[in-house]
T-cell receptor
């Protein structure tokens, strides 16, 4: 069984400050890990994904995440927050070895607020 | 590329009636589509997985007779909420995967269902 824990349901940062959203996973097999962003009343947009290649993954909108197996973490960062980054962020894990039957398990989400 | 649409974007129906939600992959063939339910300010919960031409696989606790899923073609899946009740009010999101490359899911914009 897989699970994802997102620490902090709400995170507030000042515009221009570092964004750090935390995600820890649990998986008995090598995981695929994803970060998604959701704007109000919209679906999810993929920010980035880890699929067992490079441990530092760069995504869209200046976001990146680092896979740390020893810490079972996949934290999302952005050096300088922008007002448009305000949204809900979800970390998700899937079973990378279960080809064709992978399911995404989502964390509970982190609401990011940007302070002007 | 990899655009998924949903129709309608929002719907209001009376208790006891049925409502159908469509999920379409616009520029790719989706071998698998997923249906999720999202309660306000909560994460996405997988309801079912549907493969084209076969019966959907429902997650534990999801009533298959209430949430009818049809995946008649490689670009269309439908979710019908039968005999809707106010507790069925939610945000329903579909996703689709191409079956190629890394098994990434592309999400639709969601459908807001309100049952009165």
């Amino acid at each position: 069984a897989q699970s994802v824990t997102q620490l902090g349901s709400h995170v507030s940062v000042s515009e221009g400050a570092l964004v750090l959203l935390r995600c820890n996973y649990s998986s008995s097999v090598p995981p695929y890990l994803f970060w998604y962003v959701q704007y109000p009343n919209q679906g999810l947009q993929l920010l980035l994904k880890y699929t067992s290649a490079a441990t530092l993954v760069k995504g869209i909108n200046g976001f990146e995440a680092e896979f740390k197996k020893s810490e079972t973490s996949f934290h999302l960062t952005k050096p300088s927050a922008h007002m448009s980054d305000a949204a809900e962020y979800f970390c998700a894990v899937s079973d990378g070895s279960n080809f064709g039957n992978e399911k995404l398990t989502f964390g509970t989400g982190t609401r990011l607020t940007i302070i002007p | 590329g990899a655009v998924v649409s949903q129709h309608p974007s929002w719907v209001i129906c009376k208790s006891g009636t049925s409502v159908k939600i469509e999920c379409r992959s616009l520029d790719f063939q989706a071998t698998t589509m997923f249906w999720y339910r999202q309660f306000p300010k909560q994460s996405l919960m997988l309801m079912a997985t549907s493969n084209e031409g076969s019966k959907a696989t429902y997650e534990q606790g999801v009533e298959k007779d209430k949430f009818l899923i049809n995946h008649a073609s490689l670009t269309l899946s439908t979710l019908t909420v039968t005999s809707a009740h106010p507790e069925d009010s939610s945000f329903y999101i579909c996703s689709a995967r191409t079956g190629q490359g890394i098994y990434e899911q592309y999400f639709g914009p969601g459908t807001r269902l309100t049952v009165t």
